[in-house]
């Protein structure tokens, strides 16, 4: 399974080199069919891993016993990935999953749960820095929430100065700058300008 692991993150890896690749230099066309075909392949063994693991293990006996949270996640990240294959073959993905195909980069998660299992002194300390992470990742994470609130309070506000600029002269009817329509011109361009703005990414 590590192996499989590995494999699959290497052909991911080439997958979105040859898909940039692609679009750089603007052909025209669809993608590369191999990578699809790859794709393909990885999921269908994911799939069927995922189905032999749950009859070896007996899991419908103790659905929560040991390894539940390993086997739950490896089901959930096989069941996105295929249904993003499968509308990928339809030719009828939604905007929302075109990004999906990274979620099978979550599996190298997998490797946490084999370098657990060492007991060789040299990982001692990486597993220990892991831990610390991982202890942390819910305090990280309130942060991020609350920092993401912050830019949408303060975006609101700017929106709103943005809207009385713009309409108090000549109304909404006159020419807008380009650069304020693709800064400013929605809610979601102006939180990402903002978040430009805090971390040194945006002069303006």
């Excluded at 990578?35 to 995922?50: A, M, N, S």
């Excluded at 361009?189 to 430009?196: E, G, K, P, R, V």
Aim: glycine content about 8%.
């Amino acid at each position: 399974s590590l192996l499989l692991v590995c494999l699959d993150f290497a052909f991911l890896f080439a997958g979105l080199c040859a898909s940039l690749d692609h679009l750089m230099q603007q052909q025209s066309g669809p993608f590369p069919s191999w990578i699809l075909v790859g794709d393909i392949g990885f999921v269908f063994i994911f799939v069927l891993d995922v189905m032999l693991r749950f009859w070896w293990t007996e899991r419908w006996r103790q659905p929560f016993g040991k390894g539940a949270g390993w086997f739950y996640f490896d089901s959930a990240v096989t069941a996105v990935s295929f249904v993003e294959v499968v509308c990928r073959i339809s030719n009828h993905l939604p905007i929302a999953f075109a990004s999906l195909r990274f979620i099978r980069i979550l599996r190298v998660a997998n490797l946490l749960k084999h370098l657990h299992g060492q007991h060789n002194r040299y990982l001692r300390e990486l597993l220990l820095l892991i831990e610390s992470i991982a202890a942390s990742l819910w305090v990280l994470l309130a942060t991020v929430a609350v920092v993401l609130f912050l830019l949408l309070v303060w975006a609101m506000g700017l929106s709103q100065m943005i809207i009385a600029s713009l309409t108090q002269d000549g109304g909404a009817g006159g020419m807008i700058d380009a650069d304020i329509v693709k800064l400013y011109g929605s809610m979601g361009n102006t939180i990402f300008t903002l978040f430009l703005a805090i971390t040194g990414g945006a002069e303006r």
